[in-house]
């Protein structure tokens, strides 16, 4: 039904920056939240930073001050502007995006982008 593809992510040194992309494969469907997840090897998944459809904004203590997410609904398209990057953000990201429709909440994940922080 929605396929998400990330993309931006690769390899940075220490203190550079990344802007991360995820595109949705149709644009007929409206989304209330939009996320960002991480993975690093060995790790549980974790929420990064997600906004919602009135512009709300959350974000992990770890990536305040440094990330910042938002959103184009024209370009059906979610970004994860990062910086100041550090060797701990090495993870695979995720993009995640739910709707809510008739009582009913659906969720679609990417298939992630991975980042990757040298020291």
């Known amino acids: 039904q929605v396929q998400l593809v990330e993309s931006g992510g690769g390899l940075v040194q220490a203190g550079g920056s990344l802007r991360l992309s995820c595109v949705a494969s149709?644009?007929?469907?409206?989304?209330?939240?939009l996320g960002w997840y991480r993975q690093a090897t060995g790790k549980q998944r974790e929420l990064v930073a997600s906004i919602t459809s009135g512009g709300s904004t959350n974000y992990a203590d770890s990536v305040k001050g440094r990330f910042t997410i938002s959103s184009d609904n024209a370009k059906n398209t979610v970004y994860l502007q990062m910086y100041s990057l550090k060797p701990e953000d090495t993870a695979v990201f995720y993009c995640?995006?739910?709707?809510?429709?008739?009582?009913?909440?659906?969720?679609?994940w990417g298939q992630g982008t991975e980042v990757t922080v040298s020291s």
């Open positions: 149709r644009s007929d469907l409206s989304f209330n939240m």
């Open positions: 995640n995006v739910r709707r809510l429709s008739f009582g009913h909440w659906y969720q679609y």
